[in-house]
């Protein structure tokens, strides 16, 4: 027996500035996809259990489970994080004061963001907490599984794969949609998963 996912149909972001309904509409299709095949894959590893078979074909689906787990969850975190005309980091909250400790201010975090989102292939940018530190790093992570630092929590994920900007900006736009994602981030949201992971040490 393993969990059954369902979509978080409460993270769907609304009305943002610059990043259109009908960009979010397919994207959020897609997220709908990997929860569908998290859950497939589950059942198929299940039956291969009860039944004893650890076969390679077992071991192949086993290996799609950072795939596809991590493309549900990232995109549950990039949904999360976006909504229109909220204000930047506050200046002297926590968020304001690590992002200040571990990149020298949130203009330099912004710069390194940016630049990691432009960086070539299909990837995600990612602003981790180090909880056993408390120090803040931004990350490259290919496809959906490969380059995560284990034990950080994700604070900011941006989507940098084509199917997030296509609709909006064509294939040559992905300097354009980080600029509007940019645009859209949640700062309180990014605060709220700072504020917890610290909690949860
Ligand atoms: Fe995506």
Same mark, same amino acid.
Do not use: C
């Given at each position: 027996?393993?969990?059954?996912?369902?979509?978080?149909? /409460?993270?769907?972001?609304? !009305?943002?500035d610059? =990043?259109?309904?009908?960009?979010?509409?397919?994207?959020?299709? +897609? %997220?709908?996809?990997?929860?569908?095949?998290?859950?497939?894959?589950?059942?198929?590893?299940?039956?291969?259990?009860?039944?004893?078979?650890?076969?390679?074909?077992?071991?192949?689906?086993?290996?799609?489970?950072?795939?596809?787990?991590?493309?549900?969850?990232?995109?549950?975190?990039?949904?999360?994080a976006l909504k229109p005309g909220q204000a930047p980091a506050n200046d002297g909250s926590?968020l304001d004061?690590?992002l200040?400790?571990?990149?020298?201010?949130f /203009?330099?975090?912004r710069? !390194?963001?940016?630049? =990691?989102?432009?960086?070539?292939?299909?990837?995600?940018?990612? +602003? %981790?907490?180090?909880?056993?530190?408390?120090?803040?790093?931004?990350?490259?992570?290919?496809?959906?599984?490969?380059?995560?630092?284990?034990?950080?929590?994700?604070?900011?994920?941006?989507?940098?794969?084509?199917?997030?900007?296509?609709?909006?900006?064509?294939?040559?736009?992905?300097?354009?949609?980080?600029?509007?994602?940019l645009k859209n981030v949640d700062w309180r949201k990014v605060e709220q998963?700072?504020?917890?992971?610290?909690?949860?040490?």
């Amino acid at each position: 027996m393993a969990y059954t996912y369902q979509a978080r149909a /409460e993270l769907r972001p609304r !009305e943002l500035d610059g =990043i259109s309904e009908k960009q979010i509409q397919q994207h959020w299709t +897609l %997220y709908e996809g990997y929860v569908k095949n998290v859950n497939e894959l589950n059942k198929r590893l299940s039956e291969h259990i009860q039944k004893g078979d650890f076969s390679p074909e077992y071991a192949e689906l086993k290996r799609r489970l950072g795939f596809e787990y991590n493309g549900m969850i990232l995109h549950e975190h990039y949904f999360a994080a976006l909504k229109p005309g909220q204000a930047p980091a506050n200046d002297g909250s926590r968020l304001d004061r690590l992002l200040k400790q571990s990149f020298g201010g949130f /203009e330099e975090w912004r710069k !390194e963001f940016t630049a =990691i989102g432009k960086m070539r292939g299909i990837g995600w940018a990612i +602003l %981790y907490l180090d909880p056993a530190h408390e120090a803040l790093s931004n990350h490259w992570v290919t496809l959906h599984e490969d380059g995560h630092p284990a034990g950080f929590t994700p604070l900011l994920v941006m989507d940098v794969w084509e199917h997030a900007y296509m609709v909006d900006w064509g294939a040559t736009g992905r300097p354009d949609y980080i600029t509007a994602f940019l645009k859209n981030v949640d700062w309180r949201k990014v605060e709220q998963n700072l504020e917890a992971a610290l909690k949860a040490v």
